[in-house]
């Protein structure tokens, strides 16, 4: 049987339908909905979970650059790509952008990511909280939901942009234009894919696309000569 491919999908129904198939989405949405009983189950609602959701939108864009400047665009030689293997199925994912083994993570991919998050998300949530005289566990257990389900719209947006459907609202037709420009004209430019703040912040986000060159590495990733 032919795999299908994301440019096969052509509305909403039919990209959930595969989204939801996916390891990474099932592993995510199952991560997401323990965190949210388990925040319920801890109770004590506040400012401290007020204060994470806040972070956590102001920093979302900044995160998706670092991680796709630096892990996934990272030279086959560098010590991330040695050592954590991260780059490779993103060089694939350029060659082939429409394949969606490659398009999305695997399902133990999406595990690891999302314990990674759990590590950085009490890194600064807890002595936050600390800082601001508020309870930890019940904020931390908020801020790492937050990260679930940020992962888990990281997967929904960057599937939904590869297919034939277009989007109706305006922020989803801004992140589809900026995707395709990122794969089809320079892969230095437009790195968030739910946000563009991180390009904002990081001068990656030009006013016009022309305003930056054709990129011949746009497909491949070669790291500069």
Do not use: C
């Not at 959930?16 to 009983?37: D, E, K």
């Not at 319920?40 to 650059?65: H, K, N, P, Q, S």
């Amino acid at each position: 049987m032919t795999q299908v491919r994301s440019s096969d999908l052509r509305t909403k129904r039919e990209t959930l339908g595969v989204y939801l198939r996916r390891g990474s989405a099932r592993v995510l949405i199952g991560v997401f909905a323990v965190l949210a009983v388990g925040r319920i189950a801890v109770g004590g609602f506040g400012r401290g979970d007020v204060l994470v959701l806040g972070v956590t939108v102001l920093i979302t864009g900044t995160v998706e650059w670092v991680i796709h400047k630096f892990l996934l665009h990272a030279s086959p030689d560098a010590w991330t790509s040695r050592t954590l293997g991260t780059g490779s199925g993103h060089r694939e994912h350029h060659l082939d952008p429409t394949a969606i083994d490659w398009l999305m993570l695997r399902g133990v991919d999406a595990a690891v990511f999302v314990a990674a998050f759990g590590f950085v998300t009490a890194a600064w949530s807890v002595p936050l909280a600390a800082v601001f005289g508020v309870a930890l566990l019940g904020p931390f257990l908020t801020a790492w939901a937050l990260a679930a389900l940020g992962l888990a719209h990281y997967e929904w947006v960057h599937l939904l942009v590869h297919t034939r459907y277009r989007p109706r609202t305006r922020y989803y037709k801004r992140l589809a234009r900026h995707h395709r420009l990122h794969h089809f004209r320079n892969e230095h430019y437009w790195l968030g894919v739910t946000s563009t703040s991180g390009d904002r912040l990081m001068r990656t986000r030009p006013r016009h696309a022309s305003d930056v060159p054709i990129s011949d590495t746009a497909r491949t990733l070669e790291p500069a000569a």
